[in-house]
């Protein structure tokens, strides 16, 4: 079971912390303890990867796998590459959806290859091994798993990180959490999940969840979601210079249809839409800033697009058909979701029955929010039936919260 390597993590982890005069609150491990912030306020914000002697020290003389794709990046350079300049011995890749140089489409099955570059086995985590098997972990004495997450509970990202807990739980194995800014996290929003609908929705909280993900890490292991309630021993490299509310600009998009940081904010409220016949602009370089769809009425919808296969949509909704839509690429910043585009264009579509498909339910995380919409409410009625789900959800999230909101 590997329990020594938390007992040498502890005592590597204090003299680390005695030598840079920090405290050692800063470390979580698998119980969900509240953390002070006394990095909030400072100028520069590093990310958990860029702490090197918060974790190097713990990697030493260990075989290590990585859970990485393309935004595992410290400056110029990949984790996997500069783990293996300071002598870490990496022995395998695991990658989640869009695969480790993200250029898949979202849902294409991603084989398992070789790294050109290292040499290394790059192990799929989408599609039908959604979890490492203990013969994939074999041979490691820790994991690490170093993602971008935009917030999302649609974002397939934090079911990858379940399913790693899990792994690593039942094999005996540590995770170590290398946390990432959410650039949504400073709001919550959306209904709860009532139940599993798919991989696309795991757990019971909002579609805008509000967490990093070492926080959601935390929360897993804290609302006891592993399957027979089992725990993964995790620690969470924090951040420094981070709050709820730090602007942050993503260096490298996180997935192929999330192009810049304006896609980035309106995906939670415009993600809907694929549950639905209209476009969210996949086959153009406007993904997730712009909406259409051909039979949308010209004279109130002007924009005009064409979707045409590229890197994040080899098959794209309404591929050469002009489509009518709004351009949504100069409006302000969303703190709070927005179904008022989705209402509309069900309305101005005629209220059709084919308007919304089976994947809808799936987003939604609930079949009552299409039911709301077919019946006629308004988009603050609707939110009025998600406030006291979200008031619960707030309370339960607080205690794994690592950063000031």
């Not at 730090?246 to 996180?254: G, V």
Request: net charge neutral; with cysteine; charged share 20%.
């Amino acid at each position: 079971m590997r329990l020594s390597f938390f007992k040498n993590t502890i005592l590597i982890t204090l003299m680390v912390c005695f030598s840079c005069g920090s405290q050692t609150k800063e470390k979580v491990a698998a119980s969900a303890i509240p953390v002070q912030d006394t990095d909030a306020g400072n100028s520069k914000l590093e990310v958990g990867a860029e702490r090197f002697s918060e974790y190097i020290p713990l990697l030493k003389n260990k075989s290590v796998g990585i859970v990485a794709n393309q935004t595992s990046m410290v400056g110029e350079l990949h984790l996997v590459d500069l783990l293996i300049q300071k002598n870490i011995s990496v022995k395998k890749v695991f990658t989640p959806e869009h695969g480790f140089r993200g250029t898949a489409d979202a849902g294409e099955h991603i084989k398992d290859d070789i790294d050109t570059r290292t040499g290394l086995p790059i192990i799929s985590l989408y599609g039908k091994n959604k979890k490492p098997s203990k013969q994939q972990l074999e041979g490691l004495d820790v994991l690490i798993f170093d993602i971008q997450d935009v917030g999302a509970r649609f974002y397939t990202y934090i079911s990858s990180l379940h399913y790693v807990m899990e792994a690593c739980a039942e094999a005996g194995i540590p995770l170590l959490i290398l946390d990432r800014p959410n650039p949504n996290g400073h709001y919550i929003d959306g209904p709860i999940l009532e139940k599993e609908h798919s991989f696309v929705g795991m757990h019971p909280v909002p579609v805008v969840h509000g967490m990093t993900i070492g926080e959601y890490g935390q929360m897993i292991n804290g609302q006891n979601w592993l399957a027979n309630k089992v725990k993964c021993d995790i620690i969470v490299i924090k951040m420094k210079g981070y709050t709820h509310h730090t602007a942050y600009s993503l260096p490298i998009k996180p997935s192929p249809n999330l192009p810049n940081d304006v896609a980035i904010n309106l995906y939670p409220s415009l993600c809907f839409f694929e549950g639905t016949f209209v476009s969210a602009g996949r086959g153009t370089e406007m993904q997730f800033q712009i909406f259409g769809a051909p039979t949308l009425p010209s004279e109130k919808y002007s924009f005009q697009f064409t979707p045409q296969p590229n890197q994040g949509s080899k098959q794209p909704k309404f591929n050469g058909e002009l489509c009518f839509g709004k351009d949504l690429r100069s409006h302000p910043r969303l703190n709070q979701l927005n179904l008022e585009w989705l209402i509309d264009a069900y309305v101005a579509n005629g209220k059709k029955k084919d308007f919304f498909n089976d994947f809808f339910t799936k987003l939604a995380g609930t079949t009552k929010l299409q039911e709301q919409i077919e019946q006629g409410l308004s988009y603050q009625e609707i939110r009025k039936t998600w406030l006291h789900g979200l008031a619960q959800y707030d309370t339960m999230r607080k205690p794994y919260l690592l950063y000031k909101l």
